[in-house]
């Protein structure tokens, strides 16, 4: 158990519409990281998150976004959803900010979109 | 601009063999950190091993070992003795100075170990 939890655990919709990931980071951790992970993709870096501040965007569609809470809990919205936002959603999350922090991956949030 | 690639997309072993896993990056920054994630059928995604571009020293942890050799840009992953257990999708990451904080990921080597 890597101590970050992501909820919920699966996630069936259809297209168009929207719906909302959250994370919450291991205890004392204020960096939280968004990954997509997809058969055609891999694992993509999404966003990150440092203290409530965005820090990093990696391959983030416009349709997404993401916020980092005062508890530093933090949520991934996805919106108009297409067939092809099907994936598995990580969060992870590290200590501090800089590259070589560990960063500790959550159970992932499997989207279906039908 | 970075990149990572794991050549072999999907290894199959018989448990006791020793198996090395390929890991190859691109890099222009002197300064930059190597990982190793395991993804075992359970979805999870587990941290083994980070390494950091001023470190070349080979790192052993039980069965498992890493090469790390700049001049060749590798960092391999060698599992002595596999188990079954062992069976699981192993992904080979890159993360930047420059570049912030975030991972580069490689494809993954799917590894099945039969009994």
């Known amino acids: 158990d890597s101590g970050v939890t992501q909820t919920p655990k699966h996630l069936i919709t259809a297209t168009g519409q929207r719906v909302t990931l959250r994370c919450s980071p291991r205890s004392g951790d204020l960096s939280v990281y968004w990954y997509q992970q997809s058969l055609d993709q891999g694992l993509q870096f999404l966003i990150q998150?440092?203290?409530?501040?965005?820090?990093a965007k990696g391959n983030i569609l416009e349709r997404f976004s993401a916020q980092q809470f005062p508890d530093l809990h933090s949520e991934l919205n996805l919106s108009s959803l297409e067939l092809g936002d099907s994936a598995l959603y990580f969060c992870?999350?590290?200590?501090?900010?800089?590259?070589?922090?560990?960063?500790?991956f959550g159970p992932g949030t499997r989207l279906t979109v039908l | 601009a970075q990149k990572v690639t794991q050549a072999q997309t999907e290894i199959s072993v018989v448990e006791k063999e020793d198996v090395t896993l390929d890991c190859v990056y691109e890099t222009r920054d002197t300064t930059y950190y190597l990982f190793w994630y395991k993804q075992p059928p359970s979805g999870e995604l587990v941290f083994l091993i980070r390494r950091n571009s001023f470190d070349e020293q080979n790192e052993i942890s039980g069965r498992y070992s890493w090469n790390f050799q700049k001049s060749t840009s590798s960092f391999n992953f060698t599992i002595t003795a596999s188990q079954v257990v062992d069976s699981a999708v192993y992904f080979c990451?890159?993360?930047?100075?420059?570049?912030?904080?975030?991972?580069?990921f490689g494809k993954g080597t799917t590894l099945s170990v039969s009994s």
């Open positions: 990451a890159l993360s930047e100075d420059q570049a912030g904080t975030a991972l580069i």
């Open positions: 992870a999350s590290s200590a501090g900010t800089g590259p070589g922090n560990e960063q500790f």
């Open positions: 998150y440092y203290n409530g501040e965005e820090r």
